[in-house]
């Protein structure tokens, strides 16, 4: 049944969901995906285009509301937390682990019901309490750099005080998140260095090895943190502005996927969600990158049609083969006019835009691949108004809201 939501009912409702003490929703109902990033300036978005698409969408929307009027504030931060004692892989683990086709925890089914928090940062409380409104189970943090593509920030405690309390929220909130971490090449790539050839190891050893200033718990030690993504929407070798050839790229993935296990090894790690994958002339060589052992799921993305009826059948039976799950790394709903036929990001109505968040909730089902995926992130939960050109996700669209709730 559609629901429309009034401004009272939402803060009502938002408040309770936020006072509700219930663990994270483990679930094999469908769901789950997200990971976009930008290579455009702050002003013209962060979600390149597939194949066939020649321009971006805008992420960076004037936000007149937020979602701080959905949820009361915190009060206290959570209490620090013990490091978990590593588990033996045949006992269930309190961390997301790969089981099979699918993602479990404490040996439970876990389907990932996601969606990005993107500007969102300052306020993890309020976004919090919206994302439970939205049932949803985890938080990707994608651009979370405090100065956009600067390469100094990303390090810096500016940007890592404020995700350690975006994680300390999700962890009071019952939530996980997935840390995406596109923008550190896009950073690199800014300051003019080679961003896949350049040795990502010692950022993420910085990662790992951080220890969260809210609760007390190193990084590579915490369950909250569910998946890191590496680099969603790679620019294509064979496309304008690539950062690097075929095996680099491919050279890439294995060295950086390699060199988290060996600093977190109880948090999964993935390429990020892949584009162009419907182009075989495209000069992403995804079955090498997905067969990675390294590589825990295979991401795609969904921003066109070629996407859909090309990309995503592909990866679900290649890594059904596998025997790997494979992830809708990410999908959007935005308010704005299509920019073409190919276009599946922009919709002119709340109603255009339900019916297209109801059809990928149908594929994060399952209900048109070989197999189901581990779930969907989809750009963006958010509050505000509906204002032309935002991709946000929220009570001001009630019809798409409830359809992804």
């Not at 439970?132 to 189970?137: I, K, P, S, V």
């Not at 993935?270 to 991401?299: E, F, Q, R, T, V």
């Amino acid at each position: 049944m559609i629901r429309t939501l009034s401004a009272v009912t939402v803060f009502l409702v938002a408040t309770a969901a936020w006072g509700a003490t219930s663990a994270i929703r483990l679930t094999a109902a469908p769901r789950g995906s997200a990971g976009v990033q930008a290579t455009t300036t702050p002003d013209i978005g962060l979600k390149a285009l597939g194949t066939e698409r020649p321009s971006s969408k805008s992420p960076r929307q004037p936000r007149h509301t937020s979602a701080s009027s959905l949820t009361p504030k915190a009060t206290a931060p959570p209490e620090p937390i013990p490091v978990p004692t590593p588990v033996s892989k045949r006992g269930p683990s309190p961390f997301v682990t790969v089981c099979g086709t699918g993602l479990c925890v404490d040996d439970a089914p876990f389907r990932e019901r996601g969606a990005t928090a993107y500007g969102q940062y300052n306020d993890p409380v309020s976004e919090v309490g919206l994302a439970r409104l939205a049932d949803l189970n985890t938080l990707e943090l994608v651009e979370f750099d405090t100065r956009y593509h600067t390469l100094s920030d990303t390090e810096s405690s500016a940007t890592w005080d404020r995700v350690d309390a975006f994680i300390a929220a999700a962890r009071a909130g019952g939530l996980h998140v997935v840390l995406n971490l596109s923008e550190y090449g896009q950073s690199l790539q800014a300051a003019g260095k080679a961003p896949v050839t350049t040795d990502w190891g010692p950022y993420l050893n910085f990662i790992a090895t951080r220890v969260n200033t809210v609760t007390g718990v190193k990084y590579a030690n915490d369950p909250t943190i569910a998946m890191v993504e590496l680099w969603g929407e790679i620019p294509a070798p064979n496309y304008p502005k690539p950062v690097g050839t075929t095996l680099q790229i491919t050279d890439f993935y294995a060295r950086s996927l390699a060199e988290w296990k060996a600093d977190a090894p109880h948090i999964l790690a993935s390429s990020g969600g892949l584009s162009y994958i419907n182009d075989a002339h495209s000069g992403i060589d995804w079955k090498s990158i997905m067969a990675n052992p390294d590589n825990a799921s295979c991401d795609v993305e969904v921003n066109s049609t070629g996407d859909l009826s090309v990309s995503v059948p592909s990866v679900a039976a290649y890594c059904k083969s596998l025997g790997k799950p494979w992830f809708l790394a990410a999908w959007s709903s935005c308010y704005g006019a299509p920019r073409g036929a190919w276009d599946l990001d922009y919709w002119s109505s709340d109603s255009a835009m339900s019916a297209h968040a109801r059809a990928m909730v149908s594929v994060a089902s399952g209900a048109s691949t070989a197999i189901a995926p581990l779930g969907d992130d989809f750009w963006n939960i958010g509050g505000g108004t509906a204002v032309i050109g935002t991709c946000d996700i929220g009570p001001q669209f009630p019809l798409t809201f409830a359809a992804i709730t």
